[in-house]
């Protein structure tokens, strides 16, 4: 019988800064360099994603961090989708100062256009889905 050694390396993770301003390009961001670190582990990622969040932030969800999920995967959900609500309702989408002629473009469309419809419905079902969970977690207790 032969003994084997096992050996673990462990490969520093750096995330960029919160992005308050692209909160779900800052998510995937991250998500792309667990990836690319190997790290699987949803608690891991939980807690790196909660230890990059500046304090003003960190703040609005202090609820979720300081009484997580019991599951891993529950917790990255609701943290990502707390951290856009949070921020996503503060963060400015477009400001103008002064309405063009309609001949003029505009950064600002006044009609949606499909992705901004196709936004709105995803943080919409986002929502729901929080909204659901907290019902059905509140009937249980």
Same mark, same amino acid.
């Given at each position: 019988?032969?003994?084997?050694?096992?050996?673990?390396?462990?490969?520093?993770?750096? @995330? $960029? +800064?919160?992005? %308050?301003?692209?909160?779900? *390009?800052? &998510?995937?961001?991250?998500?792309?360099?667990?990836?690319?670190?190997?790290?699987?582990?949803?608690?891991?990622?939980?807690?790196?994603?909660?230890?990059?969040?500046?304090?003003?932030?960190?703040?609005?969800?202090?609820?979720?961090? @300081? $009484? +997580?999920?019991? %599951?891993?995967?529950?917790? *990255?959900? &609701?943290?990502?989708?707390?951290?856009?609500?949070?921020?996503?309702?503060?963060?400015?989408?477009?400001?103008?100062?002064?309405?063009?002629?309609?001949?003029?473009?505009?950064?600002?469309?006044?009609?949606?256009?499909?992705?901004? @419809?196709?936004?709105?419905?995803?943080?919409?079902?986002?929502?729901?889905?929080?909204?659901?969970?907290?019902?059905?977690?509140?009937?249980?207790?």
């Amino acid at each position: 019988m032969t003994s084997e050694t096992v050996e673990v390396a462990r490969i520093a993770l750096r @995330l $960029s +800064p919160f992005w %308050k301003s692209n909160v779900r *390009l800052w &998510i995937a961001q991250c998500d792309h360099a667990f990836t690319f670190s190997g790290i699987s582990s949803d608690d891991t990622k939980y807690s790196a994603l909660v230890a990059n969040l500046d304090a003003e932030t960190l703040s609005y969800v202090s609820d979720i961090v @300081l $009484s +997580p999920p019991n %599951k891993p995967l529950d917790k *990255l959900a &609701i943290i990502a989708d707390k951290v856009s609500e949070v921020v996503g309702a503060s963060s400015t989408i477009c400001a103008a100062t002064t309405v063009p002629p309609p001949s003029q473009s505009s950064s600002c469309s006044a009609q949606p256009t499909m992705d901004s @419809l196709a936004r709105q419905i995803q943080e919409l079902s986002l929502q729901v889905a929080e909204l659901t969970r907290e019902r059905n977690s509140s009937r249980h207790q």
